[in-house]
């Protein structure tokens, strides 16, 4: 009877209370153990070693485990240490992927290298490597503000859409004051680095473009189909921007890659709009896709842009932008993406519409390629411009003396057309040696 009851207390004497780390669970019921092993076990016969030794060892270990049981909690706390790790590193983890998906990471790095080609074209012979780094830092901060900006400006819209149900916002994995939080913090940060490493025009084309894409373009999209077009305007802005960053002012000549981004994202959203066009209608969005039910105004508009795109190449040499390859390589590269607009106008079907918004995808990366590789940098064309303004004026200081020199010939002969008719003049009127007579001059006219 009185086993039972220092068992049944034992048994209560193992339950470990509520917070205590897995050490002290592990620990415990095996100090009561041995306790009671040794307890009420029967002594070993000294005829046997073996179980002495055992017996001997469960003693030290049970009297260990009772007076030092801070040490062995500290022995076996890396375990607890390691798990804490593997927490904040999944966390971060999390968080991490969240904020990818509200910065649309791909599209902003897209924005990115369309701002870097512009820092490039700006430039001169010899390229700003931190200054053109910063730059694309502050426009990726700026570019993950806006997108992260315009998600939490449409939950509602994204959790009615299949194609983005389980963005961070909607699947409810943030919140919403953080998604705020998150993009006030990389605009504001993005702002400053462009406005402390470049310079404030290339800061305040950021910020308007911010403001132009969360402000005006979010909100329209659920108003009126213009906000294509306004979407087209806040894409073409990014490569003034690396413009600015680089020469501190907006020419003519920075003007050529934001008029190809302007044309080229009309087709290309056109057809995304196309092939999303019950999504959109879930979402509530205004796309012009939804008010064309044939498809023939979306496919025209498209086609229309797609032409828009072929003398851009003839315009960047005429301008000395480019050499004179480029010409032909963006005239084909536009000619092509313009067949597919062709093709999807005659044939206005999903299969045409994903071709042409895959040559779209195709034809921006190939053609700022282009743009950098047969550029001609400012220092060029000013010492081309130089050369044939001193070119011209050689030839016109050498036309100038052969006309003064022809007008010379000319005076010289009238002077002695004018001459003939008169006898000329007597130099000496006597003979100037007595030998000789005094020259006489006869006139026959």
């Not at 008169?422 to 007595?434: L, M, N």
Request: proline share 6%.
């Amino acid at each position: 009877m009185w086993r039972y009851s220092a068992a049944r207390y034992l048994h209560k004497a193992d339950r470990i209370p509520y917070g205590f780390p897995p050490a002290v669970a592990l620990l415990k019921p095996f100090s009561h153990t041995q306790s009671l092993h040794s307890s009420f076990a029967p002594n070993p016969s000294a005829a046997d070693p073996a179980k002495l030794g055992i017996a001997k060892i469960d003693a030290a270990r049970s009297f260990s485990a009772s007076v030092g049981g801070g040490e062995a909690v500290d022995a076996i706390s890396p375990p607890l240490v390691i798990s804490k790790v593997r927490d904040v590193v999944d966390g971060a983890r999390w968080y991490g992927r969240c904020y990818w998906e509200l910065s649309k990471a791909r599209l902003s790095m897209l924005v990115v290298a369309t701002s870097g080609t512009g820092f490039v074209l700006g430039s001169g012979s010899a390229i700003d490597i931190p200054t053109l780094c910063y730059t694309c830092a502050g426009t990726m901060m700026v570019a993950a503000s806006a997108n992260s900006f315009n998600q939490v400006f449409e939950i509602s819209n994204d959790s009615n859409m299949k194609r983005t149900m389980l963005r961070p916002l909607p699947s409810g994995r943030i919140s919403k004051s953080h998604a705020v939080t998150w993009a006030l913090s990389v605009g504001a940060a993005g702002t400053a680095l462009l406005a402390c490493k470049a310079n404030m025009l290339a800061a305040g084309l950021a910020a308007a473009n911010l403001g132009l894409y969360a402000l005006v373009y979010t909100p329209l999209k659920q108003i009126h189909p213009v906000n294509t077009w306004v979407g087209a305007i806040v894409g073409a802005i990014p490569p003034l921007l690396g413009w600015a960053a680089a020469t501190g002012d907006v020419s003519l000549n920075a003007m050529i890659l934001p008029a190809a981004l302007y044309f080229w994202q009309i087709p290309h959203f056109m057809a995304l709009a196309y092939l999303c066009r019950s999504d959109y209608a879930a979402g509530g969005f205004r796309m012009l896709s939804l008010f064309d039910a044939t498809g023939r105004r979306t496919a025209l508009v498209a086609l229309r842009n797609c032409v828009y795109l072929i003398p851009l190449g003839f315009i960047a040499y005429d301008w000395g932008l480019t050499t004179q390859w480029f010409c032909w390589e963006s005239s084909l590269l536009a000619a092509a993406i313009s067949a597919t607009a062709v093709s999807f106008f005659l044939n206005r079907t999903t299969k045409n519409a994903r071709r042409m918004f895959h040559a779209s995808l195709l034809y921006l990366p190939v053609f700022m390629s282009g743009l950098m590789l047969h550029r001609i940098s400012e220092d060029q064309q000013n010492q081309q411009t130089f050369s044939s303004e001193l070119t011209s004026s050689s030839e016109l200081l050498i036309k100038e003396e052969e006309e003064e020199v022809e007008e010379h010939g000319q005076a010289r002969i009238r002077k002695l057309s004018a001459g003939q008719g008169q006898p000329p003049v007597a130099y000496a009127s006597v003979a100037p040696f007595p030998f000789l007579p005094a020259p006489s001059y006869a006139y026959n006219p």
